[in-house]
T-cell receptor, first 114, second 114 residues
Framework: AQSVTQLDSQVPVFEEAPVELRCNYS??????LFWYVQYPNQGLQLLLK??????LVKGINGFEAEFNKSQTSFHLRKPSVHISDTAEYFC????????????FGSGTRLQVQP | KAGVTQTPRYLIKTRGQQVTLSCSPI?????VSWYQQTPGQGLQFLFE???????NKGNFPGRFSGRQFSNSRSEMNVSTLELGDSALYLC?????????????FGPGTRLTVT
């Protein structure tokens, strides 16, 4: 079984400041990793994914994440946030076994202040 | 391409009743997964359907069931509703081709059980 830990439930940050949202996972097999964003009263939108290859992946809206196998981490970063980035961010993992179920972290609420 | 659509968007039911939620995947996507999102338990996988067959199932009671039709549309049914079934129910679709693991989510159905 796999699990995902998002250490920060809330991250307040000022507009135009950089931000990092942390995600750690545990799994006994190879995994594929994702970050999703959820705006109020909406579903989940895929920000980026890591399947294989380069450990630094770039996503939409200026976000990027780095896969670190030795530290079992997949932290999300953005060099300069905007008010519109205020949302809930979820890290998710699925195993390389054909079972496609996503296991989600508990989410991090990013609050961008002016 | 149109995104994943879910109907209805909001639903209010009484304890003991049953409910059916509907999901239409992105055109060409053959896999549909369902997730439950609650403040207490977060995002949890319910089940996945592919080629009209249930492929995976999460840890939910038998009151939760689903099906998929030949056009890949899916329905989820919850019988004998309990107060704890109040949640946002999210549907996600995927091509489920070899090498694709990401899922695309609909806006969800907000179910309130009174």
């Amino acid at each position: 079984a796999q699990s995902v830990t998002q250490l920060d439930s809330q991250v307040p940050v000022f507009e135009e400041a950089p931000v990092e949202l942390r995600c750690n996972y545990s799994s006994s097999v190879s995994v594929y990793l994702f970050w999703y964003v959820q705006y109020p009263n909406q579903g989940l939108q895929l920000l980026l994914k890591y399947l294989s290859g380069s450990t630094l992946v770039k996503g939409i809206n200026g976000f990027e994440a780095e896969f670190n196998k030795s530290q079992t981490s997949f932290h999300l970063r953005k060099p300069s946030v905007h008010i519109s980035d205020t949302a809930e961010y979820f890290c998710a993992v699925t195993m390389d076994t054909g079972r496609r179920a996503l296991t989600f972290g508990s989410g991090t609420r990013l609050q961008v202040q002016p | 391409k149109a995104g994943v659509t879910q109907t209805p968007r909001y639903l209010i039911k009484t304890r003991g009743q049953q409910v059916t939620l509907s999901c239409s995947p992105i055109s060409g996507h053959r896999s549909v997964s369902w997730y439950q999102q609650t403040p207490g338990q977060g995002l949890q996988f319910l089940f996945e359907y592919f080629s009209e067959t249930q492929r995976n199932k999460g840890n939910f009671p038998g009151r939760f069931s689903g099906r998929q039709f030949s056009n890949s549309r899916s329905e989820m049914n919850v019988s004998t509703l309990e107060l704890g079934d109040s949640a946002l129910y999210l549907c996600a679709s995927s091509p489920r081709d070899r090498g694709t693991y990401e899922q695309y989510f609909g806006p969800g159905t907000r179910l309130t059980v009174t």
